[in-house]
């Protein structure tokens, strides 16, 4: 592998894990603020994990059809880099956050079959970048976050979109050296597979993670 792969470490929910994030080398950092997911922090919360962070390391906040009254208390509280657009977020309202708050905007993409990949062309005239999920099951309480992956082979040879994209869905530290030859990925987002149990990162995991990817 390479040290050109950035790798995002996303559901942070304690000083200690982010501090083992930034040391090993995650170029992102994601906290999630979707109410149903163990990986949940609120804004305030957000705010004191981010004060350690250090400058060139990217804080995302993810989001799930959020209105704009709640994405004004986060963005007030925390000073994040970025939002993480992780539902079915239409192509005018991913330009409205992004005209609205003046962060560049990632839209989450869920793949199950080759079809979904045409999503990637359509938001990409408006997201600055693409994050490929696996699509979550029928009737999934999470958006993402599920330890699910797709066939990556799906992606075998369209490694080139128009902005800058990220992988996810069931990466781990066994198999994220596989995905990313079989994709070509240069960006990779973990949640589920660095935790020791849900929402409770697991420090080890992490480093063991970002090693792989180089």
Same mark, same amino acid.
């Given at each position: 592998?390479?040290?050109?792969?950035?790798?995002?470490?996303?559901?942070?929910?304690?000083?200690?894990?982010?501090?083992?994030?930034?040391?090993?080398?995650?170029?992102?950092?994601?906290?999630?603020?979707?109410?149903?997911?163990?990986?949940?922090?609120?804004?305030?919360?957000?705010?004191?994990?981010?004060?350690?962070?250090?400058?060139?390391?990217?804080?995302?906040?993810?989001?799930?059809?959020?209105?704009?009254?709640?994405?004004?208390?986060?963005?007030?509280?925390?000073?994040?880099?970025?939002?993480?657009?992780?539902?079915?977020?239409?192509?005018?309202?991913?330009?409205?956050?992004?005209?609205?708050?003046?962060?560049? /905007?990632?839209?989450?993409? +869920? *793949?199950?079959? @080759?079809?979904?990949?045409?999503?990637?062309?359509?938001? !990409?005239?408006?997201? #600055?970048?693409?994050?490929?999920?696996?699509?979550?099951?029928?009737?999934?309480?999470?958006?993402?976050?599920?330890?699910?992956?797709?066939?990556?082979?799906?992606?075998?040879?369209?490694?080139?979109?128009?902005?800058?994209?990220?992988?996810?869905?069931?990466?781990?530290?066994?198999?994220?050296?596989?995905?990313?030859?079989?994709?070509?990925?240069?960006? /990779?987002?973990?949640?589920? +597979? *660095?935790?020791? @149990?849900?929402?409770?990162?697991?420090?080890?995991?992490? !480093?063991?993670?970002? #090693?792989?990817?180089?």
């Amino acid at each position: 592998m390479s040290s050109e792969i950035s790798v995002k470490i996303c559901g942070l929910t304690a000083p200690d894990h982010v501090r083992a994030a930034v040391e090993a080398g995650a170029r992102y950092l994601g906290f999630n603020f979707f109410p149903k997911s163990p990986r949940y922090v609120s804004a305030v919360q957000a705010a004191e994990l981010m004060q350690s962070v250090p400058v060139g390391v990217a804080k995302v906040a993810l989001v799930v059809n959020e209105s704009n009254e709640v994405l004004d208390q986060i963005t007030e509280t925390a000073p994040f880099d970025m939002l993480q657009l992780h539902g079915g977020e239409s192509i005018e309202r991913v330009s409205e956050i992004k005209s609205r708050y003046g962060l560049p /905007v990632m839209k989450v993409i +869920g *793949v199950a079959d @080759a079809e979904d990949l045409d999503a990637i062309d359509a938001f !990409s005239d408006v997201a #600055d970048q693409i994050l490929i999920d696996a699509k979550p099951p029928k009737n999934a309480v999470l958006p993402g976050g599920n330890g699910l992956a797709f066939d990556w082979r799906l992606m075998a040879g369209r490694k080139y979109w128009r902005k800058p994209w990220m992988l996810a869905g069931g990466l781990t530290p066994d198999n994220v050296a596989e995905a990313i030859r079989t994709t070509g990925a240069r960006q /990779v987002d973990v949640a589920s +597979g *660095v935790e020791s @149990a849900p929402g409770i990162k697991d420090e080890a995991l992490i !480093s063991a993670f970002i #090693d792989a990817t180089r």
